[in-house]
């Protein structure tokens, strides 16, 4: 089956580092991405990782991917109150026409406290 | 560059009527999907075109259509409007078809009253 699923919020120091963990469950997915939402925005893409990688920085911000448990975080360096946000964690899945979607999971509010 | 441009940002419609939404991909892109967000289904493919043609699509009814010009801008249109279809609706360019990288538009709020 297609899911995501990741917890729905999240509550940081300033300066600390965020974890944002997502679970996932086609193991057909060829990349997995993580989205960045802010209120009354689009999606912005943050960074994404092929699923044969099992870790990708980014300047601030760490990808791990751990595909035998489907497991995929992002970790946000020295969070900033610039960075709260909805991270959505996603998976890419390829039809046999090469067309692909992209599955969403629910969301992780990050709030960031002083 | 210009990123993707969603027209109108907001829309209110009565249950019954269709409403027809607008997405401009970034020049140069060849693939648009469309996806619906609400707070309580969170994000849905709707579909994606490429080269004219509607290469995937999601579970909706088929009162959600779209079509994709020669110059790679999409429609969509959604007929006999329902109160659930309130939501916010994104569109996503790529490059080529199934591409890693898609870029997302501001997207169209809909609600239906």
């Known amino acids: 089956g297609e899911d995501v699923e990741q917890s729905l919020f999240l509550s940081v120091r300033e300066g600390d580092s965020s974890v944002i963990n997502c679970t996932y469950t086609d193991s057909s997915s060829t990349y997995l991405y993580w989205y960045k939402q802010e209120p009354g925005a689009g999606l912005q893409l943050l960074t994404y990782i092929f699923s044969n990688m099992d870790m990708k920085q980014d300047q601030r911000l760490t990808v791990l991917l751990n595909k035998k448990d489907k497991h995929l975080s992002l970790r946000i360096a020295d969070t900033q109150t610039g960075d709260s946000a909805i991270y959505f964690c996603?998976?890419?899945?390829?039809?046999?026409?090469?067309?692909?979607?992209?599955?969403f999971g629910s969301g992780t509010r990050l709030s960031i406290r002083p | 560059k210009a990123g993707v441009t969603q027209t109108p940002r907001y829309l209110i419609k009565t249950r019954g009527q269709q409403v027809t939404l607008s997405c401009s991909p970034i020049?140069?892109?060849?693939?648009v999907s469309w996806y619906q967000q609400t707070p309580g289904q969170g994000l849905q493919f709707l579909f994606e075109?490429?080269?004219?043609?509607?290469?995937n699509k999601g579970n909706f009814p088929g009162r959600f259509s779209g079509r994709q010009f020669s110059n790679s801008r999409s429609e969509m249109n959604v007929s006999t409007l329902e109160l659930g279809d309130s939501a916010l609706y994104l569109c996503?360019?790529?490059?080529?078809?199934?591409?890693?990288?898609?870029?997302f538009g501001q997207g169209t709020r809909l609600t239906v009253v």
């Open positions: 020049s140069g892109h060849r693939s």
């Open positions: 075109y490429f080269s004219e043609t509607q290469r």
């Open positions: 996603a998976e890419s899945i390829k039809s046999r026409s090469s067309a692909s979607k992209i599955i």
């Open positions: 996503a360019s790529s490059l080529e078809l199934g591409d890693t990288e898609a870029f």
